[in-house]
């Protein structure tokens, strides 16, 4: 599961294979398993596994009916940190000047994402203020993740 494609995804959820949470639990598990020294991950949704039920339960719902679910269906993603959502993730560009800060409305492509059935697994590191402020600071830096590792 680790490099299966969305089309691999889908098939398994489809043939019965593998259920959305699933997914996002193997994610998770990864994700508390290598988050420690690659920093690549500044915050989960807390949300992600009940909305994997929900797109398990919907998925079972339409196979009924014999209807199609959008691609991204029970697909998580992870957004860079300065991609706004409007739920329980902060929005901080990595820094603590915006934790806690609220946003108006999911940034255009999270509403996009989300109406294809993605779930939004958690926000991903980034340079501090996207590398914007600073000529100086190390390249994947930031206050919120420390120093991320690059490749």
């Not at 991609?83 to 603590?96: E, M, Q, R, V, W």
């Not at 991903?124 to 930031?142: K, Q």
């Amino acid at each position: 599961m680790e490099e299966a494609t969305v089309d691999d995804l889908q098939l398994a959820f489809k043939q019965k294979l593998l259920t959305s949470r699933q997914v996002v639990q193997f994610y998770l598990d990864q994700i508390q398993k290598l988050n420690q020294d690659l920093r690549g991950v500044l915050e989960i949704n807390p949300d992600a596994l009940s909305q994997a039920d929900i797109a398990d339960k919907e998925r079972s719902e339409y196979e009924s009916s014999f209807r199609t679910l959008p691609k991204l269906h029970g697909i998580p993603v992870l957004l860079k940190d300065n991609i706004a959502t409007k739920d329980k993730l902060n929005t901080t560009a990595g820094s603590f000047a915006l934790l806690g800060s609220l946003v108006p409305r999911d940034a255009g492509v999270v509403s996009k994402l989300r109406s294809s059935g993605a779930i939004v697994l958690g926000k991903a590191t980034l340079s501090e203020w996207a590398y914007i402020r600073s000529s100086t600071a190390p390249y994947g830096w930031s206050a919120r993740g420390g120093q991320g590792v690059v490749s």
